[in-house]
């Protein structure tokens, strides 16, 4: 690299410019040893961007080289803009889950808007139709009139990105809890489409190839989102960084995909990437380093939507509806001809160099000149302190008999149903488009969305989760029964798992009781994936949430996707027909740590978690799917939060627009309110007509797994008598109604 002073614009950098770039001291020192002279402002901020921990994942690399990430049907790993896998017929699916947390705390509708379109371009990048979007939304206190203005901004982003996109929103996950009333999380997951043999990687290959601009104008919006934003805790100027949230629009984001898709079936494409977090500055470094050439662009060709944008803006901006592509020279014209068609602008702004350094011009004179490698790879791997929390020695205690168990439990069940965390979603899921394209199969609200692989007889599940209160109780064995609750919403739907993406929100790193946490549920996701056989093929990682030194409750949330081979084998969650047998799968423990019951009726969030016990959740996951497949059954739904008897209210009128009835008879020596509540892990709720309980009883013995017939569909009531004696009734169309309109009258009360 050549090392001329020449052309290095702005002021002196002094220790403050520094501090103000979120880079240490140290750090500093490493980029004078790798550069060999103090850098310039603008130099100075691409090393902020690229070396954050939103875009270096430098305390949490170490920790994320240990998750499984290969497997047989593996096209693509971590490490490109998105995982994919293949799904046979030619095809493979292509899919990541990500965070806008903090934007969507300062800005929720554009911070969850952006998030939405920033996923999509992960997935486009590749050469894939984004085909479903889902996310995972935390919210702070129910009762906090601040909560409900950012539940509706955030879903109203959401819906309105999505829907004018033309791509579904298919599902996801809301939940409350005060430890996110300083930094509510927005995670986005988008699945695509695409011919195994024309996927795209984010490559700047071939010395002489062009630079390709396309998409939007660029812009002074989110200047410092990934470094400032993404990569510090909140405190009392929080307000004062909404400029740096970034402002999309859909309706340019459909015409770059469909351009950006044309431009794909172009064979003179060489690489693409997603202007994302830290703009064109990560893409252009990024692209080179994969192909280990370099790069030389022209700041002055690149279209700007503001007067007087100086390099050091245009770097760094994070305005939406970018791509950088990598085209062979001689083929200019098609590609702006493409552009044109679709009202994009586009403008070829360098080239592809053999040196592996980045030189950047600006009306004639260099700005930039930086060596690749160090600039992507040089953030050393933070090797931080870790601590076990002291809280836990404390939170894990619980005794059950404090607790008045209950010799009625309506009163339970209704406010159990009511509870934002398990009430139905109805009220998001009516604002997204989950329709358009006519690809869904199951609808929102059931264990996992479902859509068709056109032209084929498969189809696709997908289940986000993440339970925190798990994850904050005991963070290893928290992420596992993610990675084991995911898996088996996608098996109730019918589907066998095939692969995983996370995106693991945590408090601050420098805490060393944070970066325990973060180290154990690596560990606990990693060995859960590697027990199931569920690759990770792509991920995200979140740190730094917490508001003035309150972090978040540890949130790894998991989205994983299963593969239907036949759409005849789809099944839901709500009971079908009156007569039918309804029965457990799994059985029930005296647990009731870490559960709504205990949270909702005590407003405590205290206790273990329910034990996973990995071999017997494979044996009940592997006898749904295989009752599934041999058409035995009219019903599956996981039996989660709320335990037991919320299960089965669900299962009563979930099912469209239908309303069944359920008579459950239990015989148990617990307590009604773990029996009933609990929430011990592995347990699926089925249905079926009474002729089939031979030939499942006889299935369930030779697997073996635990069965048990436990009631009955049928009538207006859903009824549970125990040991003989009623503990449960009520008329199901209330309980419906409680279930349906609680979250919708919440929202309704902005003030």
Known sequence: MAKSKKNRPGPE?????VREHGLTVEEFRRILDLIDRPPNLTELGIFSVMWSEHCSYKSSRPYLRKLPVEGPNVLQGPGENAGVIDIGDGLAVVFKIESHNHPSFIEPHQGAATGVGGIMRDIFTMGARPIALMNSLRFGDWEEPRTRFLLNGVVDGIASYGNCTGVPTVGGEIYFDSCYNGNILGNAFCLGLVKSDRIFLAGAGGVGNQILYVGSKTGRDGIHGASLLASSEFDETTEDKRPTVQVGDPFTEKLLIEACLELFECDWVVGVQDMGAAGLTSSSFEMAHRAETGVFMDLSKVPLREEGMIP????????Q????FVIKPGHEKEAFAILDKWGLDGAIIGEVIEEPCVRIQFDGKEV????????????????RETKRPEYLDQVVQIDLTELPDFSHGDAALKKLLACPNIASKEWAFEQYDHMVRL???????????????????????????CNSRYCYLDPYEGAAIAVAEACRNVVCSGAKPIGLTNCLNFGNPEKPEIMWQFQQAVEGMGDACRFFDIPVVSGNVSLYNE???DAIYPTPTVAVVGLVEDQKQIMTQGFKKSGDQIALIGFTMEELGGTEYLKTMFDRSDGKPPVLDRKHEKQVQDFCLELIQKGFISSAHDCSEGGLAIAVAESCFSYGGQTLGATLTLESTLRNDTLLFGETLSRIIISFPEERTNEIEDL??????DFSLIGKVGGSHFTVTVNGKEVIKQEVNILKNIWKTSLGNYAGQVT
């Open 368 to 383: 930039v000149n930086l060596p690749v490698f160090p600039v992507v790879d040089g953030a050393l791997d933070l090797k």
């Open 321 to 324: 509806e970018r791509m950088l």
């Open 700 to 705: 369930a013995m030779a697997f073996p797994v």
């Open 439 to 465: 690809n869904t199969l199951v609808l929102p609200g059931s264990d996992a969305a479902v859509l068709r692989v056109k032209d084929t007889q498969k189809a696709i599940a997908i289940s986000v989760d």
């Open 312 to 319: 050091y803006e245009i770097l760094l901006s994070e305005s």
């Open 13 to 17: 950098i002094t220790p403050e410019i």
């Open 547 to 549: 508001t003035k030194g």
